[in-house]
């Protein structure tokens, strides 16, 4: 594929770009939040120094291309709002998407036009057959971006992971080349 790490996505409002060290900050304050990180698989980092560490991880692995970390920025002033990442799955054609959205700027719109932009990259550039997605059950706001960008509620997990000890339910979604062809 030979995917740069110059590649940028743009929706209305935003532009997608693969994560740098400019976007430590975003990643500070948000995960600072109590329970932000609840119904994630990772927890905050303790030092901003652990982002830009985490931040050549992602880099890494965008090279290697089955996993692609990006930023979600604002385009007037190029400000990190939050981040969305599609990655490689086991089995031919299959890709996953997660995301979050910095609290200062969650319920505007900004990850539905994320995630509408990463599928239509995952599908066109990826080549990608089906792009699934989970969310924590307790977390309505991820289910409703799914659903708004035309995903299928597929399933409840119990358990989708574990965290700290506690079983953490989830909801599975997932959207289908020929669904996705549908909407165009």
Known sequence: MD????????TERCTLRCVSDADVECVWTASRVP???????????????????????????????????FSLCLQESG???GRIVIRKKEGDG???????????????GY???AVLAIVEWGFTVLQ???????HASWNEASGKVLLRAGFTHIGHLPCGFIK??????EEEYAMAREQWGEKL
């Not at 995917?3 to 743009?10: K, N, Q, R």
């Not at 990608?128 to 989970?134: G, K």
């Not at 700290?164 to 339910?169: A, D, S, V, W, Y």
């Open 128 to 134: 990608a057959q089906t792009i699934t997605s989970e």
């Open 3 to 10: 995917i740069s790490l110059d590649t940028t996505l743009e």
């Open 35 to 69: 329970g932000f990180t609840d119904g994630m698989t990772w927890d905050p980092a303790e030092t901003k120094e652990e982002i830009i560490e985490i931040t050549k991880q992602c880099i890494e692995r965008w090279k290697h291309e089955d996993d692609f970390c």
């Open 79 to 81: 400000e990190c709002i």
């Open 164 to 169: 700290h000890g506690k079983e953490i339910p």
């Open 111 to 113: 990850m539905t036009e």
């Open 94 to 108: 299959l890709w996953n998407i997660g995301y979050w959205m910095h609290h200062d700027f969650q319920g505007k």
